[in-house]
């Protein structure tokens, strides 16, 4: 049973987030170590670790070995002190996770998202959830938050999610308050993008970059933003929303006003439709078409040059507006390594200064990896007080197992 450091008086809470914080950093650490990182005394640290093992927040974990002297207990934050969920909902599919308070999964599963969306949705992630943590080997009880990311641009206000075509009823129902009162426990929803964008700033092409932006491309096309560390939403959340750029298209024809200009130049309906006006075959899927590109065929080869032209101009508007360091491509078509040759290959001819372009590093794991990051970084900041800084744009300093979630 694991106490709230909340709880103690405030002189101990100051030790206890300096060795909780020491130990997310660095791993699994003896008492002697803890003191030279800290400073605190030997008694003090040997009172903080005893208490906080008591607490259940700390467990030992083995021995120092291959140094001189005697060998010593090394402790490590007990990551089975606390679970979160993390869900990547998307239109085609729901990737739910259980995650503990070191951000390691602990169990996971994928299904095709229900098509008939709004409550429907909310029921399949609270079925999701709940049978990946009786599947638990001990069950967990109680969920400390949800990280949700979902297409669409998520208002705080009213709870809802406007722009989400894909999935039916989404934007009619209250997302957030819905899924909180049937999971009892608290929600947090951003930007499927977003998420991706956080998880490449904590685990992929953006570690240490402070200005970077990332793209993901599939049936739709949108952006997450880090700028200066920080994630930027806008002003109503839109920030991101490329969909919209005037580019593939009549910026003042309506009918692009549903999916964005861009989205209908460059998003998979379009692709496909391309493929069959230059002569490819009717209902040939993408996959199929970036298939055919082995072969030589005239058609696919012409529909991915038109696709990495519009792509590779949207490019250089991003760029002038927001100079990104790197532009990460992700999404089922924005990962494609053809793709990224040929706007490599067209970037300079559109733009005096073309940012530097990288597939994900995460795959299709980028937007739940980004959520894993934000449960675990609001945990760390529940429990201990140290997990987010103070505008929020990044997960804290974590340990070795966290880095080497798969």
Same mark, same amino acid.
């Given at each position: 049973?694991? &106490?709230?450091?909340?709880? *103690?008086?405030?002189?101990r809470?100051? #030790?206890?987030?300096a ?14 170590e ?11 640290? #040997? ?7 008591d ?6 974990l083995?021995? @120092? ?15 089975r ?22 951000g390691?999964v ?11 969306g ?5 029921a !399949? ?19 400390q938050? %949800?990280v949700?990311? @979902?297409?669409? &641009?998520?208002?705080?206000? @009213? ?13 009619? *129902? ?16 951003e930007?499927?993008?977003?998420l ?5 700033q904590?685990?992929?092409?953006? %570690?240490g ?19 200066? +560390? ?16 005037? *580019? ?5 024809? #309506?009918?692009?006003?549903?999916l ?8 998979s %309906?379009?692709? $496909? ?5 230059? +002569?490819?075959?009717?209902g040939t899927?993408?996959?199929? *078409? ?12 012409a @529909? ?5 032209? !519009? ?5 250089? $508007?991003?760029?002038?507006?927001l100079?990104?360091?790197? &532009? ?37 794991r980028?937007?739940?990896t980004?959520?894993?990051g %934000? $449960? ?6 529940e429990?201990?007080?140290i997990g987010?800084?103070?505008? +929020? #744009? ?13």
């Open positions: 049973m694991t &106490v709230e450091i909340t709880d *103690i008086p405030i002189a809470q100051i #030790s206890m987030h060795i909780t914080r020491a130990l997310l950093a660095n791993g699994p650490t003896s008492r002697a803890l003191a030279k990182l800290t400073g605190f005394s030997k008694q003090t640290i #040997s009172d903080v670790v005893r208490d906080l093992e607490a259940g927040w700390l467990a030992p083995g021995r @120092t070995a291959g140094r001189p002297g005697r060998s010593a207990v090394t402790y490590a934050i007990n990551g002190a606390a679970a979160a969920g993390a869900i990547d909902l998307g239109g085609s599919k729901v990737h739910a996770a259980v995650v503990d308070l070191l390691e602990m169990a996971e599963t994928v299904e095709p998202t229900d098509s008939r709004g409550p429907h949705v909310i !399949q992630i609270a079925r999701l959830l709940d049978g990946l943590k009786a599947g638990l080997a001990p069950p967990v009880q109680q969920l938050l %949800v949700l990311g @979902t297409p669409g &641009v998520f208002h705080p206000e @009213t709870g809802q999610i406007a722009a989400a075509p894909n999935i039916q009823g989404l934007g009619e *129902i209250d997302m957030r308050g819905a899924l909180a009162a049937r999971l009892g426990a608290p929600v947090v929803i930007n499927d993008v977003n991706a964008a956080r998880g490449e904590w685990r992929g092409h953006g %570690v970059i402070g200005n970077f932006v990332f793209i993901g491309l599939g049936t739709g096309i949108g952006m997450g933003i880090i700028a200066d +560390g920080h994630l930027l939403r806008g002003a109503r959340g839109g920030a991101g929303e490329i969909a919209y750029l005037p *580019i593939g298209g009549d910026p003042f024809d #309506s009918r692009g006003f549903r964005g200009t861009l989205e209908n130049a460059i998003g %309906v379009a692709i $496909a439709e391309r493929f069959a006006g230059l +002569g490819g075959d009717h899927t993408v996959r199929d *078409i970036f298939t055919r590109l082995a072969t030589g065929d005239t058609a696919a080869l @529909t991915l040059e038109e696709t990495a032209r !519009q792509l590779a101009a949207a490019i250089a $508007a991003v760029g002038a507006v100079d990104p360091e790197v &532009v990460v491509l992700g999404g089922g078509i924005g990962a494609r390594q053809e793709l990224l040759d040929a706007v490599r290959r067209l970037l300079p001819r559109s733009t005096p200064f073309p940012p530097r372009i990288e597939l994900s590093a995460l795959g299709n980028a937007t739940l980004g959520a894993i %934000v $449960a675990v970084g609001r945990m760390h900041d429990f201990f007080g987010v800084p103070p505008n +929020g #744009s990044a997960p804290p300093p974590v340990a070795e197992p966290l880095r080497e979630l798969s």
